[in-house]
């Protein structure tokens, strides 16, 4: 027990632009593993270089369940991290979650993104997205490792 099984990633190096105030997929962060046994657990590792022109939300989701987030309350929503921003700036928001999905047949994990007010929300560069030194582009990640038992 305890091995590495298999491992799986996806990496994004191209930007998106997302203003929705419902959970959307950020395009690319999504991979499929089929794990071994229902006694398998899944490392889930992630990091999202995002910005906003106000403020947003990332989410981990395994299928339609949102895993390794906070808990709501009221008009608070349950999320894995935030985005803000000033213009000039991203955010890299890093995921880390080991997950017990409990099943043999395979599994999507991807992220989303939420924005606030039907402001914008910037995935891989900055609000701005200036041509200078300040305005460089990042990457994003999704890695997912099946543990065995």
Known sequence: GGKVLQVVSAIKTDTQTLDSTSWTD?????????????????????????????????????????????VAASSRGAVSGYMNSNGHSANVVPFVF?????????????????CNNGSAGYINRTPNDTDAIYGSRGSSTITVMEIGA
């Open 26 to 70: 950020i395009s690319g962060l999504t991979v499929n593993i089929t794990p071994a046994a229902t006694s398998s657990k899944i490392l889930v590792l992630g990091h999202i270089t995002t910005s906003s022109s106000d403020h947003g939300h990332i989410r981990c989701v395994r299928e339609s369940t949102v895993i390794g987030a906070g």
């Open 98 to 114: 080991l997950d017990s999905p409990s099943a043999s047949s395979e599994i999507t994990y991807h992220f989303e993104l939420e």
